[in-house]
């Protein structure tokens, strides 16, 4: 079997017990780990990831090794980092041995060609046009953000500030961004709107594949386009435990924790 999870934002001080959510879906994974080939992590697997030289993230030992597990056993892990995790210098691929994807990426996998994306910053070409003002304002404000946190310099520049403190910051940004997004869910915008299925629907006109997989925007969504072609948003692994797995046959289905018993 070949699994996609994302969106655990492990460490979140949004949650109220964060080690027993960190416990929970390392079991997760280790109990996909029975049947699985591949596991794809399409991104945020930590709510705030910072890799200083000197002083690596401590409290997420247990999902660190909970990966070294998954490699060492032969199951390819592949690794996206996502808008909360992507200031990784080189360190976890070798801590855990995960294979690192920074971009979007297209894959054969299971015999299905998918496009694999965390999902921020993915969008149709002429997204802005296409909503009011004030949202466009907030998609610029995004994007800007995006882009400093993309920033080699600013992100080696970032390790000037000392760890106690980066650390609180970091986690109270993220803190916050979760919270806001728990009291003003943005649900799925449908087909006509949510920027996901429309980078798909442009990306048809180019280029057929079969799946188009994505975290990001904590919602689950498995809608058929015209083309055959299937655009895929996993829910979560912060309140929803839901993921994806495909079989042999490269046949993918949503699956949800609760309808499991772990
Ligand atoms: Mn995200």
Same mark, same amino acid.
């Given at each position: 079997?070949?699994?996609?999870?994302?969106d655990a934002h492990?460490?979140?001080?949004? #949650?109220?017990d964060?080690?027993?959510?960190? !416990? =929970? /879906?390392? %079991?997760?994974?280790?109990?996909? &780990?029975?049947d &699985?080939?591949?596991?794809?992590l399409?991104?945020?697997?930590f709510?705030?990831w910072y890799e200083? /030289?000197?002083?690596?993230?401590?409290?997420?030992?247990?999902t660190? =090794?909970?990966?070294?597990?998954?490699?060492?056993?032969g199951i390819?892990?592949?690794?996206f980092?996502? %808008?909360?995790d992507?200031?990784?210098?080189?360190?976890?691929?070798?801590?855990?041995?995960v294979?690192?994807?920074r *971009?979007? =990426?297209?894959?054969? @996998?299971g015999? !299905?060609?998918?496009?694999?994306? *965390?999902?921020?910053?993915v969008?149709?070409?002429?997204?802005?046009s296409?909503?009011?003002? *004030?949202?466009?304002?907030?998609?610029r404000r995004?994007?800007?953000?995006?882009?400093?946190?993309?920033n080699?310099l600013?992100?080696r520049?970032?390790?000037? /500030?000392?760890?106690?403190?980066?650390?609180?910051f970091g986690?109270?940004? &993220?803190?916050?961004?979760?919270m806001?997004e728990?009291? %003003?869910?943005?649900?799925?915008?449908?087909?006509n709107?949510?920027?996901?299925?429309?980078?798909?629907k442009?990306? +048809?006109q180019k280029?057929h594949?079969d799946?188009?997989i994505f975290? *990001?925007?904590? @919602?689950?969504?498995? #809608?058929?386009?015209?083309?055959? &072609?299937?655009?895929?948003?996993?829910?979560d692994?912060f309140?929803q435990?839901?993921y994806?797995c495909? %079989?042999?046959r490269? +046949?993918?289905s949503?699956?949800n924790?609760?309808?499991?018993t772990i």
């Amino acid at each position: 079997m070949i699994y996609f999870l994302s969106d655990a934002h492990i460490g979140s001080r949004a #949650l109220n017990d964060r080690a027993a959510h960190q !416990k =929970q /879906v390392c %079991n997760l994974l280790l109990s996909l &780990a029975a049947d &699985a080939t591949e596991i794809y992590l399409l991104g945020d697997m930590f709510d705030y990831w910072y890799e200083y /030289v000197w002083r690596k993230p401590q409290e997420y030992n247990l999902t660190l =090794q909970t990966l070294r597990t998954l490699t060492d056993q032969g199951i390819a892990v592949h690794y996206f980092t996502g %808008n909360h995790d992507l200031w990784t210098f080189g360190w976890l691929e070798r801590q855990t041995g995960v294979i690192l994807h920074r *971009h979007s =990426q297209i894959m054969q @996998i299971g015999g !299905k060609q998918c496009l694999l994306a *965390h999902g921020d910053g993915v969008g149709p070409s002429d997204l802005l046009s296409r909503y009011p003002k *004030h949202l466009r304002r907030k998609i610029r404000r995004f994007m800007f953000l995006r882009s400093v946190f993309h920033n080699p310099l600013l992100q080696r520049l970032y390790a000037l /500030v000392p760890p106690s403190l980066g650390d609180k910051f970091g986690y109270e940004w &993220a803190r916050r961004s979760r919270m806001k997004e728990l009291a %003003n869910p943005v649900g799925y915008l449908g087909e006509n709107k949510e920027a996901l299925v429309l980078f798909a629907k442009e990306h +048809e006109q180019k280029e057929h594949l079969d799946y188009y997989i994505f975290g *990001h925007r904590h @919602i689950e969504l498995d #809608l058929q386009l015209a083309t055959g &072609a299937r655009v895929i948003i996993l829910g979560d692994m912060f309140r929803q435990f839901t993921y994806a797995c495909m %079989n042999e046959r490269g +046949e993918l289905s949503l699956q949800n924790i609760a309808e499991q018993t772990i």
